[in-house]
């Protein structure tokens, strides 16, 4: 990948990386930036796609945040900048750390199950060129979510390939980016029945 990528970095760990970041009261996009940041791109946009699709993503305008963010993130990935950056405008964008922490404690049992099916296998989706093609994936599929906010849970659907393919590139494995590609599918489908 173009940024770096700490292997061996679970699911489980990045939630709980972010759950003890510090003692503040909401929990900022920068934040999650400068805290993910610097184990990679991966583990960033996989962060950014849970917020968006676990309850936190219920909050008006949480989708289309992390939607914008994910393209933004990503088209750096692309151009092969070492470590991601945001306007200052959205670093400062927040949720509460309360409904975060409630939200990660609910879901930590179902991502140690996650973590324990992640192990290296089709290198070949998840290195070199394949990298930067799931980057464009990437800023397709987080446009697609601030259109598709309007409709209950839609949002999901292109926030949750992202989710998965970034967990596949953060743990080195081709067969969740492969599984990655259904919701993205699905996104496309729905973006375009809006559309037309």
């Known amino acids: 990948m173009a940024g770096p990528v700490e292997r061996g970095t679970t699911l489980t760990t990045l939630l709980e990386i972010l759950e003890s970041s510090s003692d503040s009261e909401q929990l900022t996009l920068g934040e999650v930036l400068t805290t993910i940041g610097e184990r990679g791109y991966?583990?960033?946009t996989?962060?950014?796609?849970?917020?968006?699709?676990?309850?936190?993503?219920?909050?008006?305008?949480?989708?289309t945040?992390?939607?914008?963010?994910?393209?933004?993130?990503?088209?750096?990935?692309?151009?092969?900048?070492?470590y991601p950056w945001l306007?200052?405008?959205?670093r400062a964008m927040s949720i509460s750390r309360t409904r975060?922490?409630?939200?990660?404690?609910?879901?930590?049992p179902w991502t140690r199950r996650i973590d324990r099916l992640v192990s290296p296998r089709l290198h070949w989706?998840?290195?070199?060129?394949?990298?930067?093609?799931?980057?464009?994936?990437?800023?397709?599929?987080?446009l697609c979510m601030p259109p598709l906010e309007i409709l209950p849970f839609?949002?999901?659907?292109?926030?949750?390939?992202?989710?998965l393919i970034s967990l596949g590139l953060a743990g080195r494995d081709g067969l969740w980016v492969l599984l990655g590609l259904l919701p993205a599918a699905l996104g496309g489908w729905l973006v375009y029945g809006l559309v037309t």
């Not at 989706?125 to 987080?142: D, H, I, K």
């Open 46 to 63: 996989l962060m950014l796609a849970l917020i968006a699709i676990l309850p936190t993503g219920a909050v008006p305008g949480v989708p």
């Open 154 to 163: 839609a949002a999901a659907a292109p926030g949750g390939a992202v989710a």
């Open 65 to 82: 945040i992390c939607g914008i963010s994910i393209a933004l993130v990503s088209i750096q990935l692309v151009f092969g900048k070492r």
């Open 42 to 44: 991966a583990p960033l």
């Open 125 to 142: 989706l998840v290195e070199g060129a394949a990298t930067r093609a799931l980057g464009m994936l990437f800023v397709v599929l987080a």
């Open 87 to 90: 306007p200052k405008k959205m």
């Open 100 to 108: 975060y922490t409630k939200v990660a404690e609910r879901v930590r």
